[in-house]
């Protein structure tokens, strides 16, 4: 089911309007690597009147598949989605988080599918049931020789977790070398942590989007989005459209990134 708002964005208007947009962005100011933090799917569930979250939940799904598409097609590299924090396996009813890990773990095998896109699971593997746990080991296994766009799929996922989990690999490694913790402190840097992280090797992201009008970081990617661009988007995840895409990506070709300096 469609809501309106999406309904509406398929006229001659519309095309003559993202066309439009397309123009404005310079191939070389488009990101490298975008983030995506989908929110709103129980909000879309209740305004439509459906009883269960589940409904929004995977209409939110269907719109990450066309959201990497498009991102696809625009020449994005890098594409990270959060779709399950540590704290939503402890906080979230039961029932509603069941309908989501089997959700996730549908839409993890179909992008497996999808193109030539490298999927990966970003996220500790251990908190999660064994059957979601299985599948993204499989997906990423699946697509691992894949040389199209990279795919992030933030599951279980935490980013203060992720940076402990950083610090113990790194800690573990330089043990296994004999070498003293004084030593190792002296000499850790900020490099070292970015290779021990999930998504080591990986640019950082140039362009956090997150939908449904929030304007917090929900502990996702803390150390990689140091010098994120910011993007927020009124309408809720599933009503996501292309323009709100490319608007997102105008502004931040616009945008003078100074990296602290």
Known sequence: M????????????????????????????VPRHVAMMIDGNRRWARQLGYDSAAHGHRAGAAKMREFLRWCDELGVKVVSLYLLSIDNLSKRDSK???????????????????????????????PLPQELARVLADVQERTAGNTGMHVNLAVGYGGRGEIVDAVRSIITQYDQTGGSLEELAESLTPEQIGEHLYTGGQPDPDLVIRTSGEQRLSDFLLWQSAHSEFYFVEALGPDLREVDLLRAIRDYARRDRRFGK
Do not use: M
Not at 2 to 29: C, D, H, K, M
Not at 103 to 111: F, G, N, Q, R, T
Not at 117 to 123: L, M, N, S
């Open 96 to 126: 509603e988080l069941a309908d989501l890990i089997e959700i996730i773990a549908e839409l993890a095998d179909e992008l497996s599918h999808e193109r030539d896109w490298r999927v990966q699971h970003v996220g500790r593997a251990a």
């Open 2 to 29: 469609t809501s309106g708002r999406e309904s509406e964005g398929r006229g001659p208007l519309y095309r003559l309007y993202s066309n439009r947009l397309r123009r404005q962005i310079p191939p070389a100011s």
